[in-house]
């Protein structure tokens, strides 16, 4: 058996080197992809690398003569030349898998569950793969594998590192992903439920909206009751640490109906005319009147009115003035009837 010289020992040194590598990234390429092993290029490569390194064993073992002098370091070249093309095409085939993987893993979640799960997603790592890929496709664009370049695979190789990690730190937070995407599916459904909701409404109870005149607040309180309603007052409610506002909130909800009390509580005038003072209602009535106008609706609302200046943007607003002859309560009784509350004819006599 004849060995090796220095320079061929150094030649075989470096196609063994750069084989164990393109092996590794072979072996990494078929575990994430098992459609890899129907690529064929890279075996071919090896293939053809391998045929031409038996050629220069059977010389190296005797096996049949020297065909020519510089055969052995002509075929070494060869050898060398195909473990590089396989290489390239293995480092392609890797960064398509890659690129596709990352954005396979990624595509069933929402941008919010992103966010929230990989925070520096789209500050940092999406921008440095877009970046990954311009470099690629420009390495692929003017790749000429004639040309035994280690720079070119060194480089190449330290990007598809980049998306080795990427894929990898996305795999490992994938059930961060999975558990914020069930939330932010969980709070929209939640949302549209909410927002899909029936309005309900109590066909019994009533708010009733009063300043100080005590008499005709228990009087209408009294007539509501009398035909089966059940009449809200908040003054009536507990207080539980609550503020006015939030007492109105509680209270407020599931009333089907609010009558506004406008009596004679408080004077004003324009500044313009102070000597003009009229009566007016207590400005608390005027503001729950509005909320309620704007949670129930016009339809749901009525104001009885004890000779009050109405506020401008009432006007054209209907109401029903509180006479003495009680004709307010059949008005009334019809009204809450349209809005669909059960009432009691027979409390109307």
């Known amino acids: ?55 220069l064993a059977a010389v190296k073992l005797e096996i049949r003569p020297e065909p020519g002098e ?26 398509i898998t890659l690129r596709e993987k990352i954005t396979n893993e990624l595509s069933p979640f929402s941008v919010y569950a992103i966010q929230a799960a990989l925070p520096d997603y789209y500050s940092k790592i999406k921008p440095d793969i877009e970046e990954i890929t311009e470099k690629i496709a420009e390495k692929r664009a003017n790749k000429d594998v004639s040309l035994i370049c ?16 990427y894929h990898k730190s996305i795999i490992k937070i994938k059930p961060s992903l999975i558990e914020c ?3 932010i599916k969980a709070d929209e459904k939640r949302r549209e439920q909410e927002n899909s909701k029936p309005e309900m409404f109590s066909d019994k109870k009533v708010f009733i909206i009063h300043g100080h005149d005590e008499g005709t607040r228990e009087k209408v309180a009294r007539f509501l009751m009398n035909i089966n ?22 209270h407020s909800v599931g009333a089907g109906f609010a009558i506004a009390l406008l009596t004679p ?48 943007d009432y006007s054209g607003i209907l109401y029903i003035p509180l006479d003495k002859n009680n004709a307010w309560k059949t008005k009334l009784a019809r009204k809450l009837k349209n809005a669909g509350l059960k009432i009691n004819k027979d409390g109307l006599i």
Not at 22 to 38: R, V
Not at 150 to 163: D, K, T
Request: charged share 35%.
């Open 265 to 312: 509580d408080d004077v004003g005038a324009p500044k313009s005319n102070i000597d003009n003072l009229r009566d007016r209602a207590r400005q608390n009535v005027i503001l729950e009147l509005a909320y309620f106008m704007g949670n129930l609706g016009r339809k749901r609302m009525c104001i009885l009115n004890k000779g009050v200046e109405i506020p401008s």
């Open 1 to 55: 058996m004849v060995g090796f010289d220095p320079e061929e020992t150094a030649k075989v040194k470096e196609i063994c080197e750069l084989y164990d590598k393109t092996k590794n990234w072979m072996l990494y390429a078929e575990e994430i992809d098992h459609e890899f092993k129907a690529f064929i290029q890279p075996v071919n490569e090896l293939r053809h690398a391998f045929d031409h390194l038996m050629r």
């Open 229 to 250: 309603l059940e009449p809200i007052i908040l003054d009536e409610q507990p207080d539980e640490g609550q503020t006015i506002i939030e007492k109105l909130e509680k």
């Open 150 to 165: 280690y720079a070119e695979i060194e480089e190449y190789s330290n990007l598809i590192e980049r998306l080795k990690k």
């Open 181 to 183: 995407e069930e939330k």
């Open 70 to 95: 510089g055969y052995v370091k002509n075929q070494l070249e060869k050898v060398l030349g195909h473990v590089f093309r396989g290489a390239f095409d293995t480092l392609d085939k890797l960064s």
